[in-house]
Nanobody
Framework: QVQLVESGGGLVQPGGSLRLSCAAS????????MGWYRQAPGKQRELVAR???????STADSVKGRFTISRDNAKNTVYLQMNSLKPEDTAVYYC???????????????WGQGTLVTVSS
């Protein structure tokens, strides 16, 4: 089994910053893409940012210029630096990874349990 554990969420004022981390552990042969999604109450889960194994990134238009995704392959960890936070960024943020547990196995999607980010005065 592979586990993804997010950390770094909490309460922050508008304009503030947070840094989210997500570490993958367990039986891991390799990890392809990693990403961050978020889900606000009453809304569908949406993609925030993705990063390939080689470090190429993509971000949603709503967070472009404010959020930055990065990864440390040696630590099997992906990060999300969140700056200039707005109330509409309030959501549960989920970590995602495409994980291969052995060379004979296909890549599978793994998800963390989520970390709550609340942006409020």
């Amino acid at each position: 089994q592979v586990q993804l554990v997010e950390s770094g969420g909490g309460l922050v004022q508008p304009g503030g910053s947070l840094r989210l981390s997500c570490a993958a552990s367990g039986s891991i042969f390799s990890i392809n893409g990693m990403g961050w999604y978020r889900q606000a109450p009453g809304k569908q889960r949406e993609l925030v940012a993705r990063i390939t194994s080689g470090g190429s990134t993509s971000t949603a238009d709503s967070v472009k210029g404010r959020f930055t995704i990065s990864r440390d392959n040696a630590k099997n960890t992906v990060y999300l630096q969140m700056n200039s936070l707005k109330p509409e960024d309030t959501a549960v943020y989920y970590c995602n990874a495409e994980v291969k547990r052995a060379w004979t196995m296909p890549y599978r999607e793994a998800w963390g349990q989520g970390t709550l980010v609340t942006v409020s005065s």
